[in-house]
């Protein structure tokens, strides 16, 4: 199943896993083992997609290298308990197409809920692996969560109905992408007309705050950013800028200097007294500080300390409280910078954030674009960053935005309304990449109405579960 995802994309390979796997939970008779096995059949496909999470560990190998292997255990695991919650509760339904319907039903709504519980983590879902063919156009309908349960029902009706059944799940699947076909030969939407520059550092995540590297890295930036022809826009990667601009007025200055008037968006850190935010600026004429963004979807563990703030008005614990600066404070909120003009309004992303579809649906008003800066360095080099490419890929189909990705070691890019990469930096250089904003589309179903058409096609489907079941026991 895990072969399907990003970079290698063998969705058919998820498929004949996925088979496999729901023939295997709902013919095990008993509760507890249904729940077992699905835990373990989790636990392996979460360890193999997710084998990137070693990657931070890696950084500091001396001081962190002892927890990669219990970082891979622990959250394949800990994700796994949601599809072991399937498993169970499937195996109440009497054998037969209620039970192996039930469990596919149960499957999806575990997966939905995997990116809100405990703020979530809807990394790997199972209807990512559509991303490089046509089908991923159904998430501007149903969203990434509605493509995992057109997924794994079209798997279901194979085993609960076998050839009728392998033919119902291939006229669902034909149907979806014939859906991608069609909204893929749609009109171009106009271009905006405007010029952007990404600019890829390629800093390595262990020397890049080396106060000597950092120099270097930060020169490099300006170098790129001072080449002629001028663009309309210039836009750095996340924490690319290592000084503080509260405390160091020179530095916004030479980032306006380069740029020779056209504006730059960065990545920054601010600090008020012990407590910091990981920020994005706009930077204008004279070095002035435009606006900023305060990521707000932090990484647990990563980037602050869950329930930290809690163990402090408690018990009066400092160590994990972000207030007291051990760890980012979150942002107010997802947020529009509207930079006027051809530019327009554009909505931040800043890494992690980039794998929420309910982020850019708690906008205050719609944006023209998106924009994710990130730090890819921490995902690795195999995996890691491909899929995190992804799901920025589906944020755009979702929303029927262009999206503009510029990352730290790359990849960076240009992705259109319908999620396709057109312009892109590859991993692992440092270079810069003048291109053009594409156009945006109609506002999308899903960008409307979020996970209810999804919540609503579960609620038939287990209607139809819960009276097949009575019809058996009858």
Same mark, same amino acid.
């Given at each position: 199943?895990?072969?399907?995802?990003?970079? &290698?994309?063998?969705?058919?390979?998820?498929?004949?896993?996925?088979?496999?796997?729901?023939?295997?939970?709902t013919?095990?008779?008993?509760?507890?083992?249904?729940?077992?096995?699905?835990?373990?059949?989790?636990?392996?496909?979460?360890?193999?997609?997710?084998?990137?999470?070693?990657?931070?560990? *890696?950084?500091? +190998?001396?001081?962190?290298?002892?927890?990669?292997?219990? %970082?891979?255990?622990?959250l394949?695991?800990?994700?796994?308990?949601?599809?072991? +919650?399937?498993?169970?509760?499937a195996?109440? *339904?009497?054998?037969?197409?209620?039970?192996?319907?039930?469990?596919?039903?149960?499957?999806?709504?575990? $997966?939905l809920?995997?990116?809100?519980?405990?703020?979530?983590?809807?990394?790997?879902?199972?209807?990512? @692996?559509?991303?490089?063919?046509?089908?991923a156009?159904?998430?501007?309908?149903?969203?990434?969560?509605?493509?995992?349960?057109?997924?794994?029902?079209?798997?279901?009706l194979?085993?609960?109905?076998?050839? #009728?059944?392998?033919?119902?799940? %291939?006229?669902?699947? %034909?149907?979806?992408?014939?859906?991608g076909?069609?909204? &893929?030969?749609?009109? $171009?939407?106009?271009?905006?007309?405007?010029?952007?520059?990404?600019?890829?550092?390629?800093?390595?995540q262990? +020397?890049?705050?080396?106060p000597? @590297?950092? !120099?270097?890295?930060f020169?490099?930036?300006?170098?790129?950013?001072?080449?002629?022809?001028?663009p309309?826009?210039?836009i750095?990667?996340?924490?690319?800028?290592?000084?503080?601009l509260?405390?160091?007025?020179?530095?916004?200055?030479?980032?306006?200097?380069?740029?020779?008037?056209?504006?730059?968006?960065?990545?920054?850190?601010?600090?008020?007294?012990?407590?910091?935010w990981?920020?994005?600026?706009?930077?204008?004429?004279?070095?002035?500080?435009?606006?900023t963004?305060?990521?707000?979807? *932090?990484?647990?563990?990563?980037?602050?300390?869950?329930?930290? $703030?809690?163990?402090?008005?408690l018990?009066?614990?400092?160590?994990?409280?972000?207030?007291?600066?051990?760890?980012?404070?979150?942002?107010?909120?997802?947020?529009?910078?509207?930079?006027?003009? =051809?530019?327009?309004?554009?909505?931040?992303?800043i890494?992690?954030?980039?794998?929420?579809?309910?982020?850019?649906?708690?906008?205050p @008003? =719609?944006?023209?674009?998106i924009?994710q800066?990130?730090?890819?360095?921490?995902f690795?080099?195999?995996t890691?960053?491909?899929?995190?490419l992804?799901?920025? #890929?589906?944020? %755009?189909?979702e929303?029927?935005?262009?999206?503009v990705?510029?990352?730290?070691?790359?990849?960076?890019g240009?992705?259109?309304?319908?999620?396709?990469?057109?312009?892109?930096l590859?991993?692992?250089i440092?270079?810069?990449l003048?291109?053009?904003l594409?156009?945006?589309?109609?506002?999308?179903?899903?960008?409307?109405?979020?996970?209810?058409p999804v919540?609503v096609?579960?609620?038939?489907?287990?209607?139809?579960?819960?009276? !097949?079941a009575?019809?058996?026991?009858?």
């Amino acid at each position: 199943m895990a072969t399907g995802q990003a970079p &290698l994309g063998f969705w058919w390979l998820t498929l004949l896993g996925l088979a496999a796997f729901v023939h295997l939970v709902t013919q095990v008779e008993g509760a507890r083992s249904a729940a077992w096995l699905a835990l373990f059949g989790g636990t392996g496909y979460f360890a193999l997609a997710l084998s990137w999470i070693i990657e931070p560990f *890696l950084i500091d +190998v001396a001081r962190h290298g002892w927890m990669a292997p219990f %970082a891979v255990v622990f959250l394949s695991f800990g994700l796994a308990l949601f599809w072991a +919650v399937a498993g169970g509760l499937a195996a109440r *339904l009497p054998h037969g197409p209620a039970r192996v319907l039930g469990f596919a039903g149960i499957l999806a709504a575990v $997966e939905l809920a995997r990116g809100y519980v405990l703020t979530g983590f809807p990394w790997a879902l199972i209807g990512h @692996v559509w991303i490089d063919t046509p089908m991923a156009q159904v998430a501007a309908l149903i969203g990434p969560s509605g493509l995992t349960l057109l997924t794994v029902v079209a798997v279901a009706l194979l085993v609960a109905f076998r050839w #009728r059944g392998a033919g119902a799940g %291939a006229v669902l699947l %034909a149907a979806g992408l014939a859906f991608g076909m069609a909204r &893929l030969a749609e009109p $171009e939407p106009a271009a905006r007309g405007v010029t952007l520059r990404l600019v890829q550092p390629n800093a390595d995540q262990r +020397v890049k705050w080396n106060p000597d @590297v950092a !120099r270097v890295l930060f020169d490099r930036q300006l170098a790129f950013t001072a080449l002629a022809p001028q663009p309309d826009l210039v836009i750095w990667p996340e924490t690319a800028v290592p000084y503080l601009l509260e405390d160091n007025p020179g530095v916004g200055q030479a980032i306006a200097t380069a740029a020779a008037g056209s504006p730059v968006v960065t990545g920054v850190q601010r600090y008020d007294g012990v407590q910091a935010w990981n920020s994005l600026a706009v930077i204008g004429t004279g070095g002035t500080t435009l606006a900023t963004y305060d990521k707000h979807h *932090l990484v647990p563990f990563g980037e602050y300390m869950p329930f930290g $703030e809690l163990l402090y008005d408690l018990f009066g614990l400092r160590a994990f409280a972000a207030r007291q600066g051990n760890g980012y404070v979150a942002g107010p909120g997802p947020q529009v910078i509207d930079l006027g003009g =051809r530019l327009g309004r554009f909505a931040p992303l800043i890494c992690y954030e980039a794998v929420f579809p309910q982020d850019l649906r708690g906008l205050p @008003v =719609r944006a023209d674009w998106i924009l994710q800066i990130t730090n890819d360095a921490w995902f690795g080099t195999l995996t890691g960053p491909y899929q995190h490419l992804a799901q920025a #890929r589906f944020r %755009a189909i979702e929303q029927g935005l262009p999206l503009v990705r510029v990352a730290n070691t790359g990849i960076s890019g240009v992705i259109d309304a319908r999620g396709r990469v057109v312009s892109v930096l590859p991993r692992g250089i440092a270079s810069y990449l003048d291109a053009g904003l594409p156009g945006a589309m109609a506002e999308r179903p899903y960008a409307r109405w979020g996970e209810v058409p999804v919540l609503v096609l579960l609620a038939g489907l287990g209607a139809w579960v819960l009276m !097949r079941a009575r019809q058996r026991s009858a």
